[in-house]
Each structure stands twice: as structure tokens, then as C-alpha cells.
């Protein structure tokens, strides 16, 4: 893979209680680089494992990016154990950890806000790719009064290295849940999601009970650095891939992967995109490593003429995703629980047109742990 000579980066860094910095204060600071620029507000040596240690910071999504270096990360010790760690914190003794940041990920136009939140840990609560922690919202449960509220699961957007590289935050991807009376079609503020809008109005410092981590089913599996991973996202569904991505081609770890990654992103529009600067990145540095397709529902038609879908994107590609599949590939599928009727439909169809038994194809699949799916 090709290496920059790029290898320091030096602008002010924020600290104390000055470390959470809106987008729109970000954008200011702007380093460049050649022909092109990134945001940032870290100052470090790109190959040094100890620069910044022992400062607070916040590294900004898209300043990790200016070199085709790969990031030291440090501790490596995250790097030994052979099994991932499961229920660490329970919910009858969460632990307690610290909002970092809380950053609006979408533009204007997005129906609805989404938040990528960096959460400090103190490396408490180490995690893999692909798991997910349980949140607690502050308060008291409606339905058992004198109970706290049941833990509400949220996939981790981050490598287990978090955002900062040191083991020590983790990111979650959130969208703020609200509700619409049926009638007005205006939005009922009495019944906004209680967890969604506890984590996007948090404020930097603010206190947050998380459990876990949990999950084994969406882990990236490492055993093979050659293999090929099929990626199939809607909306907030894209944040074990994002930690998938971070690994494969962002982070100086032992897994030096050498397969295809291929991303499908379904969201509305391209105000709904989430972490899409990052995505175009790894496509402009690994083209012959890196995938990525969107379903723009909103601004996009298939062949049909109808809404573009994730699933229309399968179609699309159906026979690359099927020789892939056929040759070891991984496809994982994570998202809102209604996408999943749709893409095992044009799954089947495409299968029977090519004279494949599907249900014989999915029974294969799952028995190679080839098939990985975490809806919700």
C-alpha cells in the first residue's frame, strides 16, 4: 500500500474544559496538504505512538486521514487477547463514563438528526468491532415505578481504539427517535425516544451509564486478512462498519488486511449521510481494496422507476456479491429490522434466476458463518 511522506500535523489543541468543538467551529481550523485540505483541531506526530498522551482532546473525523501513513495506536495490549470481552458491566452495576463530544453528523436536509457521540471510558470497558454497549437513560422507568429505565443497545461506531487512538473512548452513531401525530403529521414532543435524546442533548462532561460490551455475532472476523467482507447498512446501521473500516485501512494494528470491503449505505439523501468523508477517503487511497455504493431513496430511482433501495443496489451488483459469496466472502447486514424482508426477497429472486436454490444458499451460508445480521 502506498505510504505518504506526510508525517506531522501541528495546529492548537484544545484542552480542559474547551475540548468539545461544534463542526462549525472545526471547519476553521483547516490544515493542507498538497492540493488538499482537512479539518482539524489535533496537533501530533502521525507515527509517534506517545504523542499528545497525556492531554484531553478531541481528533476531528477527517484529520486522521491526511496521510496514507497508517495511525500508531496505542495500547497494543488490546491487540492480544485471543477472545473478544462480553458483559464486562452489567445493568445492575453499570459503569459510569463521560461524554466527550456530542457532533450533529447530517445536513439540513436530513429528515430527522443523527450524532456521532465519543464517549470516555478510561479503558474500562474495552470492546471489539462490531459489539455494541448498552446505554441507561437517566430517570426513572414509566412502566416499574422506583426501577431505572431498561437498557437500550447501541453498536459501536469505533475501533476498539476509539476516535483518539488510545484505547480509552468509544463512539456511538445515534439517531434522535421522535414521533409524529397521525393526524397533524406535526411532531409529538411527549413521545420522543427517552435514550436517543438523553445521549444527542448530552453536553461535554455530562455523566453516562453504559453496560457490556455484548454481541458476537457482527464480530469481524480476522482469522483471514485475505478474506472479502460485503457490507449492507441503513441509516445508523453503517456504525460496525465504520469501526470495520477504521481497522482494515485507518489504524497501524496486527491485522493487515489484504481483501476487498465492499459498503452499501442506504439513506434518504445525500444530507443523510453519515461519515462519508472517510468512505470517499479509503476509495480515493485502496480503489482496488474498497467499495462503496449508496441508495439515496429520496433522490435516486431504480431500474423500476421506483425509490432506490439498499437491496436494489444488491440487485445491481447481484453478480459479483454472489461469485464473492461463493468464494468465502462475509456479508453483514445491519440496520432497522425492515430492510431485512426486502433483501432476502430480491436475494431469493436473483438466486432462482440463477438457477440457485436460495434457502439451500442461505442454510450454506450461515453454516460457513458467512452471514452476519444485526437488525433492530
Known amino acids: 500500500m502506498a505510504q505518504s511522506t506526510v508525517s506531522q500535523v501541528s495546529v492548537a489543541v484544545p484542552v480542559g474544559n474547551d475540548i468539545s468543538l461544534r463542526r462549525s467551529v472545526i471547519k476553521r481550523n483547516i490544515i493542507s496538504f498538497g492540493n488538499k485540505s482537512w479539518a482539524s483541531t489535533l496537533s501530533f506526530d502521525l507515527k509517534s505512538r506517545n504523542a499528545q498522551k497525556n492531554k484531553p482532546y478531541i481528533v476531528c473525523m477527517s484529520v486522521q ?84 429505565h431498561n437498557v437500550r443497545l447501541y453498536s459501536i461506531a469505533s475501533s476498539r481504539y476509539g476516535d483518539s487512538f488510545d484505547g480509552k473512548t468509544t463512539s456511538l452513531c445515534v439517531r434522535r427517535a421522535v414521533y409524529y401525530d397521525t393526524e397533524t403529521g406535526k411532531e409529538d414532543p411527549s413521545k420522543s425516544g427517552v435514550c436517543s435524546n438523553f445521549l444527542c442533548n448530552c453536553k461535554p462532561g455530562d455523566k453516562v451509564q453504559i453496560t457490556g460490551p455484548s454481541g458476537k455475532i457482527m464480530l469481524l472476523p480476522e482469522d483471514n486478512p485475505n478474506a472479502n467482507h460485503i457490507m449492507i447498512a441503513t441509516g445508523t446501521g453503517v456504525a460496525p462498519f465504520r469501526g470495520y ?45 474498497f467499495r462503496y455504493d449508496l441508495a439515496l431513496s429520496r433522490e435516486q430511482k431504480n431500474k423500476s422507476g421506483g425509490k432506490m433501495y439498499v437491496q436494489d443496489k444488491i440487485e445491481e451488483y447481484s453478480d459479483e456479491i454472489f461469485k464473492l459469496l461463493d468464494d468465502g466472502a462475509h456479508i453483514y447486514f445491519c440496520g432497522l429490522r425492515g430492510m431485512m424482508p426486502g433483501i432476502q426477497e430480491t436475494l431469493k429472486r436473483v438466486a432462482e434466476q440463477r438457477g440457485e436454490n436460495w434457502d439451500e444458499k442461505l442454510s450454506q451460508l450461515k453454516k460457513n458463518k458467512q452471514w452476519h445480521v444485526e437488525v433492530y
Open 245 to 289: 473500516l477504521r481497522r482494515m485501512f485507518m489504524e497501524d494494528v496486527t491485522f493487515k488486511f489484504k481483501g476487498l470491503a465492499w459498503l452499501f449505505l442506504g439513506v434518504a439523501n445525500k444530507d443523510s449521510l453519515l461519515y462519508d468523508d472517510e468512505f470517499t477517503k479509503y476509495l480515493e487511497d485502496y480503489p482496488d481494496q
Open 65 to 148: 486521514q491526511a496521510s496514507k501513513s497508517k495511525i500508531a495506536v496505542s495500547p497494543l495490549e488490546l491487540e492480544i487477547a485471543k477472545e473478544p470481552p462480553l458483559n464486562t458491566f452489567k445493568p445492575k452495576e453499570p459503569y459510569t463514563a463521560t461524554i466527550v463530544s456530542v457532533e450533529r453528523l447530517v445536513g439540513p436536509k436530513a429528515p430527522g438528526e443523527t450524532c456521532h457521540i465519543v464517549i470516555d471510558h478510561g479503558g474500562n470497558v474495552p470492546y471489539w468491532e462490531g459489539q455494541s454497549y448498552g446505554v441507561i437513560p437517566p430517570g426513572e422507568n414509566p412502566k416499574k415505578p422506583g426501577s431505572p
